[in-house]
């Protein structure tokens, strides 16, 4: 680990013990869990003097690590304070779910901003369930609770139909806006951008869900051998289901001889089963499409590119110039076909090879299970963890440097070139049209200076949680990348472009992803089949369509459900539904992590 990595570590102990005890829980927000906080008391110590010796001394203490140089982080500041002045002495709160990236910006950067503006800002957490409802309050009220929100751009859908959001475009016209913003920098801007060309969401941090391994014992010779007599091929990154699952046998019950390393049992899986609604974005955050269902979402001969599959996307709702039109097969969807039913089948068979306790953890209780040292590899891991695995005394070697590495994630038996490949959460600022119009500008001013190039790069170091092109390409990066197991790696990858958040096909995200765990949850009891599960979902978020068509909720781009003809026709047509394969178990792959990794510094992608 180097040096200059430990000394930025350790620099906001103090400022930072807030952010210290999230981070070993760090998704405790991104499934609902965690009560309110807020920045009432700075933990910062107040700067003194002038505001320009103030900035300068902020800069010193907390942005000294930015990709700009101290002359334009000053620059940037005082345009703040000037551009501040009109709403100076106001109150204005905002609100994000409560992961380290956010109580970074509430502990620190609410702080600095307070003081240089004179603006009282409140940077509020809660669990990303209590943001969504509140949200979701507001939209039906049309009342106030929060100037703004970061929040999910899984509900871009909604936010394109409706008439609620206040969109970023228009802020950028409408609204004092930083000279320096560079909109172009934000790597997820188009998940914040409807398919009408509106960008409706501005990206503050982003993480994806990828495949974790054990790297130390991926690269032990005696394991590699025993793997390779074993099945015939080498141990390494699984490209696809099939070498995933005879990785996670192989862990699980034959390496030694008996499951074991060192003595101690290990599990060649890890997951999560509660019923309990984080089960639902376990599902809608891509699981499907990394199955293989949906639509490609690029042509690899144009490298024409959408977010999502068009028509089919990996929710299994098909889209018609713009409308919704159907979620079951029989109307020409997806989510209850066989691509989707065989993820739904993997998901319940590969916990078998997982810590007996998994089935009955929710993702927050499943979230440390990794760092605790005994799991080999799991598929659907979130890069938000990278902060709590890499203080993990387990997950380091004597030196201080990781046993583990992140790669993309493989892919299921329907997955064809072009496909999804996997899920990018994109906590976004949010603003409502019906919002105080003052607090608005004002809220809008402090998400500008949290996404600014001035603090981005520190704030990118505390949560690793990336959203601006230039903080991953930084020279800091560069010089630390190996600290991080592949996130950066990935992030500079062209295969960056294949994870994505949910689309624009879902035109009611909050009442939709609320099905998927109660379906979902039953067939992990036991209660049913995935087949009936999955049919009940289908039928559930048609029923939601139906609903959302008959009050005519939407002006353009509203739902028009089709008709229901057999299903037969449907899977018989180019494209999304897929027929069921008669063997579902395709010749399992795998490759050399560190061939990998090479290929994405010399610009390559791994699926080539």
């Given at each position: 680990?180097?040096?200059?990595?430990?000394?930025?570590?350790?620099?906001?102990?103090?400022?930072?013990?807030?952010?210290?005890?999230?981070?070993?829980?760090?998704?405790?927000?991104?499934?609902?869990?965690?009560?309110?906080?807020?920045?009432?008391?700075?933990?910062?110590?107040?700067?003194?003097?002038?505001?320009?010796?103030?900035?300068?001394?902020?800069?010193?203490?907390?942005?000294?690590?930015?990709?700009?140089?101290?002359?334009?982080?000053?620059?940037?500041?005082?345009?703040?304070?000037?551009?501040?002045?009109?709403?100076?002495?106001?109150?204005?709160?905002?609100?994000?779910?409560?992961?380290?990236?956010?109580?970074?910006?509430?502990?620190?950067?609410?702080?600095?901003?307070?003081?240089?503006?004179?603006?009282?800002?409140?940077?509020?957490?809660?669990?990303?369930?209590?943001?969504?409802?509140?949200?979701?309050?507001?939209?039906?009220?049309?009342?106030?609770?929060?100037?703004?929100?970061?929040?999910?751009?899984?509900?871009?859908?909604?936010?394109?139909?409706?008439?609620?959001?206040?969109?970023?475009?228009?802020?950028?016209?409408?609204?004092?806006?930083?000279?320096?913003?560079?909109?172009?920098?934000?790597?997820?801007?188009?998940?914040?951008?409807?398919?009408?060309?509106?960008?409706?969401?501005?990206?503050?941090?982003?993480?994806?869900?990828?495949?974790?391994?054990?790297?130390?014992?991926?690269?032990?010779?005696?394991?590699?051998?025993?793997?390779?007599?074993?099945?015939?091929?080498?141990?390494?990154?699984?490209?696809?289901?099939?070498?995933?699952?005879?990785?996670?046998?192989?862990?699980?019950?034959?390496?030694?001889?008996?499951?074991?390393?060192?003595?101690?049992?290990?599990?060649?899986?890890?997951?999560?089963?509660a019923k309990h609604f984080s089960l639902g974005w376990r599902f809608t955050d891509a699981w499907l499409s990394m199955a293989g269902n949906g639509d490609t979402v690029f042509d690899p001969e144009t490298d024409e590119r959408t977010p999502n599959g068009i028509p089919v996307d990996e929710w299994g709702i098909r889209v018609e110039n713009c409308s919704p039109v159907g979620s079951s097969v029989e109307r020409?969807?997806?989510?209850?076909?066989?691509?989707?039913?065989?993820?739904?089948?993997?998901?319940?068979?590969?916990?078998?090879?997982?810590?007996?306790?998994?089935?009955?953890?929710?993702?927050?209780?499943?979230?440390?299970?990794?760092?605790?040292?005994?799991?080999?590899?799991?598929?659907?891991?979130?890069?938000?963890?990278?902060?709590?695995?890499?203080?993990?005394?387990?997950?380091?070697?004597?030196?201080?440097?990781?046993?583990?590495?992140?790669?993309?994630?493989?892919?299921?038996?329907?997955?064809?070139?072009?496909?999804?490949?996997?899920?990018?959460?994109?906590?976004?600022?949010?603003?409502?049209?019906?919002?105080?119009?003052?607090?608005?500008?004002?809220?809008?001013?402090?998400?500008?200076?949290?996404?600014?190039?001035?603090?981005?790069?520190?704030?990118?170091?505390?949560?690793?949680?990336?959203?601006?092109?230039?903080?991953?390409?930084?020279?800091?990066?560069?010089?630390?990348?190996?600290?991080?197991?592949?996130?950066?790696?990935?992030?500079?990858?062209?295969?960056?472009?294949?994870?994505?958040?949910?689309?624009?096909?879902?035109?009611?995200?909050?009442?939709?992803?609320?099905?998927?765990?109660?379906?979902?949850?039953?067939?992990?009891?036991?209660?049913?089949?995935?087949?009936?599960?999955?049919?009940?979902?289908?039928?559930?978020?048609?029923?939601?369509?139906?609903?959302?068509?008959?009050?005519?909720?939407?002006?353009?781009?509203?739902?028009?459900?089709?008709?229901?003809?057999?299903?037969?026709?449907?899977?018989?047509?180019?494209?999304?539904?897929?027929?069921?394969?008669?063997?579902?178990?395709?010749?399992?792959?795998?490759?050399?992590?560190?061939?990998?990794?090479?290929?994405?510094?010399?610009?390559?992608?791994?699926?080539?």
């Amino acid at each position: 680990m180097s040096t200059r990595t430990v000394r930025r570590r350790t620099q906001y102990v103090v400022a930072l013990s807030a952010v210290t005890t999230l981070a070993l829980s760090a998704c405790a927000g991104a499934t609902g869990g965690g009560e309110e906080t807020s920045s009432e008391e700075p933990a910062i110590e107040t700067a003194e003097g002038t505001v320009e010796e103030r900035a300068e001394q902020y800069i010193d203490q907390y942005f000294a690590d930015s990709v700009l140089t101290k002359e334009e982080q000053m620059e940037e500041l005082m345009w703040f304070v000037e551009a501040a002045e009109p709403y100076a002495g106001m109150d204005v709160s905002v609100l994000s779910e409560n992961i380290p990236t956010h109580a970074y910006e509430s502990e620190v950067l609410a702080a600095v901003f307070s003081d240089l503006t004179g603006i009282n800002l409140e940077h509020s957490l809660m669990g990303e369930g209590e943001v969504m409802e509140i949200i979701s309050t507001e939209i039906q009220t049309r009342t106030s609770v929060y100037d703004g929100y970061v929040n999910d751009t899984d509900s871009i859908g909604g936010h394109q139909r409706g008439d609620y959001i206040y969109p970023i475009s228009t802020l950028l016209e409408s609204s004092p806006t930083l000279p320096t913003l560079d909109i172009d920098d934000f790597i997820g801007l188009s998940f914040g951008t409807g398919s009408d060309g509106v960008i409706y969401q501005l990206p503050d941090q982003q993480f994806a869900n990828l495949y974790w391994f054990r790297y130390d014992w991926f690269n032990d010779e005696d394991i590699q051998q025993q793997f390779e007599e074993i099945y015939g091929y080498p141990l390494g990154v699984p490209v696809n289901w099939s070498a995933y699952e005879d990785i996670a046998v192989f862990f699980s019950t034959q390496v030694n001889g008996d499951g074991t390393i060192d003595g101690e049992e290990v599990f060649g899986h890890m997951d999560y089963g509660a019923k309990h609604f984080s089960l639902g974005w376990r599902f809608t955050d891509a699981w499907l499409s990394m199955a293989g269902n949906g639509d490609t979402v690029f042509d690899p001969e144009t490298d024409e590119r959408t977010p999502n599959g068009i028509p089919v996307d990996e929710w299994g709702i098909r889209v018609e110039n713009c409308s919704p039109v159907g979620s079951s097969v029989e109307r020409g969807g997806d989510t209850n076909a066989p691509a989707s039913v065989y993820a739904v089948e993997k998901y319940l068979e590969w916990f078998d090879y997982a810590p007996p306790e998994a089935q009955n953890l929710n993702f927050d209780e499943s979230a440390p299970v990794v760092g605790e040292g005994n799991v080999a590899q799991q598929m659907f891991w979130y890069t938000v963890f990278t902060r709590a695995t890499i203080d993990s005394p387990a997950m380091s070697d004597e030196n201080g440097d990781p046993v583990w590495r992140m790669a993309p994630s493989p892919h299921g038996a329907y997955w064809q070139d072009g496909h999804k490949l996997g899920y990018q959460d994109a906590g976004s600022w949010t603003f409502m049209n019906h919002a105080d119009e003052d607090k608005r500008d004002a809220a809008w001013l402090y998400a500008q200076f949290a996404t600014s190039k001035t603090v981005d790069l520190a704030k990118s170091i505390q949560g690793l949680t990336f959203a601006r092109d230039t903080t991953i390409n930084s020279d800091w990066f560069t010089e630390n990348a190996g600290d991080y197991g592949g996130l950066v790696e990935f992030y500079r990858s062209p295969d960056r472009v294949n994870w994505t958040p949910t689309g624009t096909n879902v035109p009611d995200y909050p009442s939709m992803s609320a099905e998927w765990w109660q379906a979902i949850g039953s067939a992990a009891a036991g209660e049913i089949t995935a087949q009936e599960a999955m049919d009940q979902l289908a039928t559930k978020q048609d029923e939601i369509m139906e609903r959302l068509e008959r009050g005519e909720v939407h002006d353009e781009c509203g739902v028009k459900l089709n008709e229901p003809r057999d299903a037969q026709y449907w899977l018989d047509q180019p494209g999304a539904p897929y027929p069921e394969l008669a063997n579902e178990r395709k010749t399992p792959e795998t490759v050399p992590y560190d061939e990998l990794v090479s290929g994405w510094f010399e610009g390559n992608s791994y699926l080539d």
